[in-house]
């Protein structure tokens, strides 16, 4: 069975891949791109390790076919800091030492930074329902509330 | 936060530096188990038993390997036969035949999920496709899961030769109870007849899973010369490598193991899997063999830790003066023994100061998945009954929950009834800070209560070496063995930045790789940061004695002349002659003419580790329409010895009582009448998410440990070990029902509201 021709765009970079019809986008950036900072942690869309933006919008990557993301733009970790300054997210979990394992961290803060994009002033609420979908089994979610609140602060200037 | 840490005495220990392998995890860098490549790499998947319990009659894989791109199979006959031979572990003992058997079945398969064969293929896709082609006949036995049907006379026998130990006389005929143990102080009888209150009760708590969100992964390559790479996510690599080693006959030395990131342990990652299926299946093929479990398999075929039932009775003055107290506990080991009924006996009365105690406890066999340490490995099972009692006492005799327990707390000096006396513990310390903390004076709301429990962790040091290498530009490169889950890299370059007085961000460590440093027990029993940092702080004076040494003989006085202060080497006095003091920085310039790298070694078995005691504040709100339980405010407060990272202690105390409430409101193993589990998921098996939780606030005491150069105790497992009784004594004043059954999950909290005609 021939593969799919797709291309598209991650980090802003145009890339072409060839994928079987069942391949996930999550296998595809792992295993055709070698972009390894999206997690797998379950497979089934229920833990975020594997989120990553396509148009903005924040997915499971998991749950999306490879040949979908034809003709979008993929934004995953490895796009999040800009050359040597890191995005005010990845500071500040680094700050509040939010990350123990680390390894719903890339997961954890493209859905943060999916959530600053829509709303820059998020209650502490609005935070824990927003990041519901991503688990972290080491922090108790504590020091990611505190890091995403002080990252959303610090971004609008207060 | 309420800050209760001292004002640091220290330059560096005390402080909150940003972790030194942080920015590499949230940039997506670090590699995880399954984040590994190799060239021509094959994917390796494993077939699984889809009975509880059955004979292998016949295994036919002739069928797999004829597909085009299948490399090779692998089954039990794989794996030579092991004597049936207990080996001390850390906090357990290990058992190879066991662990052959688990990791791959011989004769019969004990569990829905227990591997049956494993193939490697050029694919994903074609892996599979084998597996489906592979033909297995079974002979399908009754099953039992619950440890109280699995001692009945008459239940399904998984292991056809076990006799119960423990037992005088030994029985005659082979049963589902591995072992029993006692532990017995003082006169319990006794201590009941001087008693004027005496409760007893009897408490379930469910099979719940570690949860890592990393699932096991690794990745082998085995040579035609007989040696062979590991990349593996694991706790410990070195118990990885002397596991592989074992199972496949294979020589230690020649198996180079390495530790990927890991994503979450919890005890978990302590024992093998994948692992000696992969290396036997590189074997085959002499291609690297790459095998990732699904998350079901990760729930299915990897170790919760035990469900269990725990009977607690215990007697009190009228004054609260315990007088006696009993336990009988009786833990889910899965399909091989070695559940943690020891250390849940051990646990279960060690916060308080006790003279006549009796604890028994039952190791019990069933249909499940070998269980495997989960952070204070039967700690949590044994103080939910015993610290719900103490709550029902205090209710009972109109008593402070805190005041009942000042009377009775275990404190330096007290001999626990396992055995030790304990030297200075900080169970009154944590008792007191949560008597004057803001949480525990707050209002309540309607519908709302709170309760409190403490809990009790025993620690444990052992075998760990540390490198610490002096660079010819002054900067150092710490070399640990001890994988790194939650911040220890910080901690110990920490250490070493204070012993040596320098800029921490001029060490950069490594988690070395078994050829490159000496053995390494694994990371558990809270001994990491205790332990590495014993051996960074001597390998470190190390460093200094020698930079001294080659300062004597730049200058060309004794060695004792020299003296290192202030972060330079110094002539010790005016004798000594005036030389200009010099840096580590400048000895390290001249190292190579002066007699060679410098190069801190320690090897050693770190003594002297010392339990860590912690009291939790619950509040929850329970809601009479639904049953649900919503915690609306918690306090973490534990003894830490002394905190090296403040942040990475806090985020122990608050990732471990997260934990908890996970295991008190919703965790559980859900298993149908056919033996199967029916909730191998995250959307069923429901850990605690974001929306469901307030902050966790934290109060870190410090009773510095002697036996440790800057007073560390282990903190990483006690945390977990109070909740689950915290919540029940908060639930009870939120709903006026007291359970005594794990999780307190809706449905059975409306049902039992509505029978005591509170909902």
Redesign the interface.
């Known amino acids: 069975m021939a593969k799919h021709h797709v291309t598209t765009t991650v980090n802003g970079d145009p890339v072409e891949y060839l994928c ?1 019809s069942e391949q996930t986008l999550l296998d595809c950036l ?1 295993d055709e791109l ?11 869309g ?2 975020g ?1 594997c989120s990553v933006l396509i148009d903005g919008r924040l997915v499971c990557s998991c749950l999306v076919l490879g040949v979908e993301a034809e003709g979008k733009e993929v934004e ?3 796009g ?2 800009q050359g040597d300054e ?1 995005h005010p997210l ?1 500071r500040k ?5 939010a ?8 997961g954890v ?1 493209i859905a943060a930074k999916a959530l600053l994009a829509k709303n820059p002033d998020p209650t ?2 609005q ?3 927003w ?16 890091a995403v609140m002080d990252a959303a602060a610090e971004m609008r200037g207060a | 936060m309420q800050e209760r840490v001292k004002k640091p005495q220290f330059d560096v220990v005390g402080t ?1 530096p ?2 030194p ?3 590499d ?8 188990g ?2 590994l ?1 190799m060239a021509g790499q094959l994917v390796g998947k494993v077939l699984r038993s889809p009975h509880a319990h059955a004979r292998i009659k016949s295994i036919d894989v002739s069928k797999a390997l004829a597909l085009p791109g299948v490399k090779a199979v692998v089954t039990a006959e794989d794996f030579p036969g092991q004597p049936s031979e207990f080996i001390p572990a850390g906090e357990g003992v290990v058992n190879y035949r066991d662990m052959t058997s688990n990791v791959m079945a011989r004769a019969k398969v004990l569990y829905e999920g227990h591997a049956v064969a494993a193939v490697a293929a050029l694919n994903e ?1 074609t892996a599979l496709a084998a597996l489906d082609a592979i033909k297995v006949e079974y002979e399908v036995l009754p099953h039992v899961i619950d440890e109280m049907e699995a001692i009945k006379p008459g239940a399904p026998i998984l292991h056809e030769d076990m006799i119960t130990t423990g037992v005088t006389p030994a029985p005659t005929k082979a049963s589902n109870i591995a072992k029993r143990v006692e532990f017995v102080l003082g006169d319990a009888a006794k201590g009941f007849g001087e008693a004027d209150l005496i409760v007893e009760r009897e408490f379930k708590t469910k099979a719940v899973h ?6 096991h992964a690794c990745l082998a390559s085995a040579s035609e010369d007989g040696s062979a790479e590991l990349w593996v996510t694991t706790q410990g690599h070195w118990v990885v490598r002397a596991y592989c080693a074992k199972l496949l006959g294979w020589e230690i030395g020649k198996i180079r193991v390495t530790s990927s ?6 005890g978990g990652k302590t024992v093998v899997y994948l692992e000696p299926l992969a290396l036997a299946l590189s074997k085959k093929t002499r291609r690297p063999v790459k095998m ?1 479990m ?2 079901e398999e990760v729930f299915k075929a990897s170790g919760p830790t035990s469900g269990g039932t725990v009977k607690v009775k215990m007697g009190v003055k009228k004054d609260g003066r315990i007088t006696a107290a009993e336990a009988e506990i009786t833990l889910q080991a899965g399909a091989f023994q070695g559940s943690p009924v020891q250390p849940a006996c051990m646990c279960a009365f060690a916060n308080y100061d006790l003279e006549n105690v009796k604890v028994v406890g039952y190791d019990v066999v069933s249909n499940r998945p070998k269980v495997a340490a989960y952070r204070a490995p039967g700690g949590p099972i044994s103080t939910y009954g015993v610290e719900s009692v103490v709550d029902e006492i205090a209710e009972k005799l109109g008593m402070c929950p805190i005041e009942l327990r000042l009377k009775n707390a275990a404190k330096e000096g007290t001999r626990a009834a396992y055995g030790p006396k304990f030297g200075p513990v900080g169970l009154i310390e944590c008792l007191e800070a949560a008597k004057e903390s803001d949480h525990w004076k707050a209002p309540l709301g309607p519908n709302q209560g709170r309760g409190l429990a403490a809990g009790f962790w025993f620690n444990i040091g052992g075998e760990t070496t540390v490198s610490l290498q002096l660079n010819e530009d002054g900067t150092l490169t710490l070399m640990a063995g001890t994988p790194d ?3 220890l890299r910080a901690s110990l370059c920490m250490m070493a930045a204070e012993e040596l007085k320098m800029d921490v961000s001029k060490i950069r460590p490594i988690i070395a790789d078994t050829s490159s440093l000496g053995y390494n027990f694994l990371t558990g029993g809270s001994r990491s940061t205790f332990s590495s940092g014993m051996a960074t702080v001597e390998a470190a004076r190390s460093i200094v004695k020698q930079a001294c040494g080659r300062a004597a003989k730049l200058w060309d006085i004794p060695e004792e002349a020299v003296t290192f202060e202030d972060g330079m080497i110094r002539p010790a006095g005016e004798n000594a002659g005036k030389h200009k003091p010099m840096s580590l920085s400048d000895i390290a310039k001249v190292a190579g003419k002066t007699g060679g790298a410098i190069v801190g070694y320690a090897a050693i078995s770190a003594q002297g580790a010392a339990p860590s005691f912690g009291v939790h504040i619950a509040d929850t709100e329970v809601d009479p329409g639904t049953g649900k339980v919503t915690v609306t405010r918690y306090t973490a407060i534990q003894d830490a010895g002394k905190a090296i ?1 403040p ?2 202690v ?2 122990q105390y ?6 908890g409430i996970g295991w008190a409101l919703n965790e559980e193993y859900i298993y149908g009448a056919d033996g199967k589990l029916q909730n191998a ?3 069923d098996y429901r ?7 307030p ?2 606030d934290t109060i870190i005491i410090e009773v510095p440990n002697p036996r440790h150069p800057y007073g560390v105790r282990g903190i990483g497992e006690t945390p977990i070990v109070p909740p689950m009784a915290a919540i029940g004594a908060s639930v009870r004043r939120a709903s006026g029902v007291r359970f005594f059954e794990l999780p307190m999950s809706p449905p059975k909290v409306l049902k039992a509201m509505k029978a005591a005609g509170k909902a």
């Open positions: 079987e792992r070698d972009l390894i900072g999206a997690k797998e942690g379950c497979s089934s229920d833990c390790a995953t970790i490895e999040m800091a890191l990845q979990f680094l700050e509040h030492a990350l123990q394992c680390g390894i719903c961290t890339p803060l502490e609420t935070v824990r329902y990041l519901a979908g991503n688990l972290c089994r080491c922090t108790g979610y504590d020091k990611i509330v505190r | 909150r940003v972790r392998d942080g920015v995890k949230v940039t997506g860098r670090a590699k995880y399954a984040d490549k896709k570690q949860g890592y969100i990393e699932p990131e890991i994503g979450g342990g919890f990732v699904s998350r889950i939650g911040g990272h942040s990475y806090e985020g608050q990732g471990g009582a997260v934990q998921g995250f959307l850990v605690p998410v974001a929306s469901d939780l902050m966790i």
